[in-house]
Structures are given as C-alpha cells and as structure tokens.
C-alpha cells in the first residue's frame, strides 16, 4: 500500500465488494483542446460509494475491473487544454462529475442528466476523482468564487442533487414543503427549499438527532415518523405540523417504503410528490390516493444543466450554508476509515483529502 | 476568368460581394473527427436570406470574406462517407441537412436551445461557416437525417423551411382546438399553417395582401383565409378578420388563441396584437424592420404571451422529418423550379422577383451516388 501511496498517481481503488486498496494509476496525457486536469482536494462520501463497496454493483452497474472511487469533489486546476479559457492553472473548482454524449436527443433537448451513454465518475467502468489527478472537460469546472473553501466545493455535488430535485418540485414562494430524511440530500434540500421561498420546510426522520440538527440547520418544523399506517402517520404529520389541507411539496430523500407511503398521504389535493431518495426497487404504493388526490409525480436523478452552477451560487451568495455538514475530514491514507464510519452512519457528511504532494 | 464546373472536382458557388457570384474549385473537405459523415450536396432551396446576402452583400452588417463564402443552407444530399463512431447513417444513404452546428458545450446547448448558441456554425454565415452550394459537405451525424426511400432528395430540401415552421408552432404551444392566425403567407406562413394543423389546431387563418398566395394556401391544405386592405387600419383590419371568422364581441374582448407572425411587417404585427384574445399567445418568427412601432399597452393589458423565434432546435428536424415521411404535410407541392447548379444566380432572382414558392439548385448532377 505505501508503494502506491508514493507513486505518481495515488488512486484509492475498489478491486471488488469488499475489497478497498491503493493503486498507483498511470499519470493521465495532457488535458485535450477543450479539456481541464485537477487535482481533487477534497472528496465526500455518498450511501452509493458505501453501496459499490459492500454489494460490488447498483442495479446493472457491476464493478467488473477495479475502479477508482469518489465523486463529490472540488480540486485545483494543475493544466488546461489550449482551448480552455474560464479556468487557468491554479484556480480551485468544484467537479461535476458526469459527462453526456452532448449528441443525443436527450442531451440536446436540454436533459443531458439522462444521457444514455453518460460517463460518471465512479460509476462502472469509469474511475472517480480519489487519486491525484482527474480529467474533466472545462464547462464541468466551476471556478469557487472568493470566499468559498474547498471543502465547500466538495459539497457541491449534493447540494447540486437537492437543487435539481427542488426544480423537479417547482418550490415556489409561499409553499409548504415535506422533506422526508435528514441525511445530506434531505438537509440540503431543506436549505434549497428555503432559498426558493418555502414559507414552511418540515424535516421527518426516525432518528431525533437528526431531526434536531435540520431544524437548526434549515428546517421550520418536524416530526418523527412512527410505526403507524401510513395514512394515520400521514395524517398526524399533517396535524402536527399545521400543514392545513396537506403540503404543497413533499420530497422524499428516503427511498424508504413507510416514507413513500405516509408522503402521499400528506400531500394535498394537487399537491407535488419528487422521488429522490433510493431504496426497494418495488414498493407497495397507495396509487389510489395518488390518483384521486390528482398528485404531480415526478422522478430527479443526479443533476441537469444549470443545476451545478445554481448551487454554486447559493452557497457563494451565502443563500444556503454547507459548511456545517462537514464532520469529519480525513488523509487520503484513512479513506477506508472514512468509508467504514459513513456505513456505520456516523456524522452528516465525511471528507477525503487528496493524496499529499 | 471562370473553367467551366464540368472541370471542377468540388465545385462551389462562392458569393463575394452583392451581385458577385463566382463558381470556383473549392478543395473537398474531409472527416474531422469519428463522428462526422461527409454528403454529397443534391439539392439546395433558396430562402429570402439568400436572396437579402445577393442583393444587398450583406446581413446585419455581416459581409462575406475577402475570401468568398460558399452559400446555400436548404440543403438535401446522399452519404460518401462516414467517420468510425458513426452507426446511423451509411454511405448511400438520403439524407436532409441540417444546416448549423452548435459548440455543444456552451448554457445555451446544454440548456436545450442550441439554436441560440453564440458559437453557432451555421451554413453561409460570415467569415467562414461555408455553405451547402458546393459538391462535398461535412457535418455531424446527428445534424443529417436519413430519408426513407419513398421521399426525394427535392423533398428533403424542404425539411429546413418545415422545420422552421415546427419550431414556431412548438413555441406557440398550439393545442387541440385552438384558432389560429398566421400572418404571412410564402413558404414559412405555409409551414406554419400545416404543423398548426397537424397540431390539432381546430381552425388555421392564413393572411396576406397577395391574393395568389392564398389562394394556393387554400389549395394546399384545410384553411381559412384573409386578405386585409390597404389603407385600412390594424384595429379595423382586425375587426375585419374577426368578423369573417365569426368571432363576435368587442375588440379588445375577444379574438383568436395564437397568432405566429411570419411577414416581418408592422402593420401585420400591429394586426395581431389586436386580433388575439386576452391570454392569447404570439410568436414572432417573421424578419423585416429591426425597430417599430408597436401596441404594447394592448399587447400588455391583454397579457398576450409573446415569444421571440429563431430557426430550430432539439427534436424539431426529427418532427419535420416524420410530417414529410408520413405524407402528413404534402411538401413537394411547393417546389416550383429546378435550376441547374450554374444557374444559381437565376434561381435566386427567381425568389427574388416573387416568382415561385421553393425554387431549388440542382447541384449534383445525377443522383446516384458517386465514390469519393
């Protein structure tokens, strides 16, 4: 492990479920016309890099050679393609780390997040960004303005994941908004949702920790889901939190079945429901009340175009704050320390630095 | 002094000034990366642009090299040949062209309206985006459409102008059911007026001050018409047209769901600002005087909803392509001369003089397809 650790491209690597090491990765060629090589800075950790790492696949994507992990990342612009010109060496980005085909129907049609032939980081076969360098094309740079750390880089990427599901939802001002979860994606969500002028944002968790922190953190409200039907859960969070007929919103950042179900019934006649959380593949859902309480239903995966930006901009305009998600920061060398402690669901959001000069 | 095109290898129609076409040798481009196709032109329309470059030299200030620029960007053409990540189209195929490429890269590309791209190469636009009047193309496969056997490679020309028209009713959002006016109508009103119908728009009102137009539009497909009169003011020509179609109330109270402006003409807009209904929807695809003089307090107490309406972009190529492969909108109807390649210069005044709807090149001179 040390050898890898001293070599030109120290890579943190899953060769299979399970099986977490250090490679040294051949130093990538110079960044192409239109390309930007970085240096990652620092990586948080998501419940998908926990998953390939335990089950070795997400549904059809199976890890079949090893693979560099991360995703979530901001770094330092080490070289530029000749054509580069919003970055220059030197500057400190945050990474989007999936890139379209850019030449699909879908990707010209503006929805490039469900490119079939898109290539993410971390996701089989395509590497991530816990090794010393990371190519990426220029336009999924984004120079931190002044004033924003690294580590408020690295949380980018899922505050990104909560302003694409906030868009989905269409949170306007005045709306009442249900976020079911208060992991990272939740909170953020909850602090998205304030910044597009929520009026009420309730946090429902089962964990009274958590429940706690969103409230200081974005949250007007809460309630901890029970062990009840859905409908009568669903009924009492409507209740507790003076939702009057029903939210306006409700995302679920779950995946969880009892969540899925109770959300329906919170919501109001008309109301808006967006999945962003994944769990079971198949549920039991209450698709009558779906139906006949006419519920706008939408799926959000990853983030589209604008989204990455957005997000930058909140945290830069001090609309939203992540600094506080941050808590816990390791050496490249403790990464799987810092995998181990997220599977054990310890803290909000662990970062990974990058490999030391 | 000129060799005649049968000499050349890549013959091309290089416009350099206004009134000064030459035909020169252009050296054949070749694959620039895995995913391009190269096309050998067949056809190319001629559209009011062509006729604005030849006439006046210029568009919005922008001239043409001292280099020359190659023209045309109707364009239908067969594949010669196709870079190695290419898996859609093959050489022989027939194919309509889509005639600008964006960056891909840029907010507006990603954002899904690439036909606002600022880095747009769009064929004969100044300095160097050279055009479709030439014997090889080169492009990206996703910007060529491959056309079934059963339509021609005249046909295929018409793609562009059709797609226009989607693009318009597309931003109008025409539903079912809807009455809708289309102010202009040569070959883009036309367009327009079918794609509302194959919308599902309940009636079409095609206008114009030239009778013979609309009397083809009649001809053409399921429409009403109006002509108004000159002299006569918007408000009263708008009283007319609502009075015809039976819409009976108050100017200012009632009036049509969607207008789509393709004249350009400030009387024609001021028409349509007074023809819609409050909420009604009004899309500008029309080109003439940059600045006039508008009804904006009418526009703005009826919270019409207006939207500005460049070329084309995501899906509407494709839309355009199925209307004419499914015998939907009957296109070939409109090409009304074919000229021979060194008649360019004819064909454009044809177009010029008001003469014809589509008039088309012949470039290629036969069409089969040849080996590179």
Known sequence: MTQALQGKNPSFVLRAAGELTYEDRPVPDQPGAYDVLVKPRWTGICGSDVHYWVHGRIGHFIVEAPMVLGHESSGIVAAVGDKVTSVKVGDEVAMEPGVPCRRCVRCKEGKYNLCADMAFAATPPYDGTLARFYTLPEDYCYKLPEGMSLEEGALIEPTAVAVHITRQAAVKPGDSVVVFGAGPVGLLCCAVAKAYGAKKIVTVDINEERVKFALQYAATDSFISARVSAEENGKNLIEQAGLGMGADVIIDATGAEPCIQTAIHALRMGGTYVQGGMGKPDITFPIMAMCTKEINMKGSFRYGPGDYQTAVDLVATKRISVKELVTGKVKFEEAEQAFAEVKAGKGIKLLIEGPAE | ?372
Request: charged share 20%; net charge neutral; glycine share 12%.
């Open chain 2, 1 to 372: 002094m000129t060799s005649p095109t049968s000499q050349m290898t890549n013959p091309s129609a290089v416009l350099y000034a206004a009134g000064d076409l030459r035909f020169e040798d252009r050296p054949a481009p070749s694959l620039q990366d895995p995913y391009d196709v190269l096309v050998k032109i067949n056809f190319v329309g001629v559209c009011g642009s062509d006729v604005h470059f030849w006439t006046h030299g210029h568009i919005n200030n922008k001239r043409p090299p001292p280099t020359g620029l190659i023209m045309g960007h109707e364009a239908s053409g067969t594949i010669l040949a196709t870079g190695s990540c290419v898996t859609r189209v093959a050489p022989g195929d027939a194919v309509a062209i889509e005639p600008g490429v964006p960056c891909r890269r840029c907010k507006s590309c990603k954002d899904g309206v690439y036909n606002l791209c600022p880095k747009m190469r769009f064929c004969a636009s100044p300095p160097d985006a050279h055009g479709a009047l030439t014997g090889v193309y080169v492009t990206a496969e996703d910007f060529v459409y491959k056309m079934p056997e059963a339509v021609g490679l005249q046909e295929a020309v018409l793609v562009e102008p059709l797609s226009v028209g989607v693009h318009a009713v597309r931003l109008a959002g025409v539903g079912p059911g809807e009455c809708v006016v289309v102010m202009g109508c040569g070959t883009i009103g036309l367009m327009c007026a079918a794609v509302a119908r194959r919308f599902g728009a309940g009636r079409v009102v095609l206008v114009d001050v030239v009778e013979g137009k609309l009397g083809f539009a009649r001809g053409w497909i399921e429409c009403e018409t109006f002509r108004p009169e000159a002299g006569r003011g918007p408000e009263e020509n708008a009283e007319r047209l609502l009075e015809q179609l039976g819409i009976e109330g108050p100017l200012g109270l009632v009036g049509v769901d969607t207008v789509i402006e393709a004249s350009g003409a400030a009387s024609s807009i001021q028409t349509a600002i007074n023809v819609l209904r409050p909420g009604g929807k009004y899309v500008q695809t029309g080109l003439g005087k940059d600045k006039i003089e508008f009804p904006i307090v009418t526009m703005s107490e009826k919270e019409l909803l207006m939207r500005g309406c460049f070329r084309y972009s995501s899906g509407d190529y494709e839309l355009a392509v199925s209307f004419i492969a499914k015998r939907l909108i009957d296109v070939k109807a409109l090409i009304t001369s074919v000229s021979p390649f060194e008649e360019t210069a004819k064909a454009w005044d044809l177009t010029k003089n008001g003469q014809g709807i589509k008039n088309l090149i012949r470039v290629a001179r036969l069409d089969t397809r040849s080996v590179l």
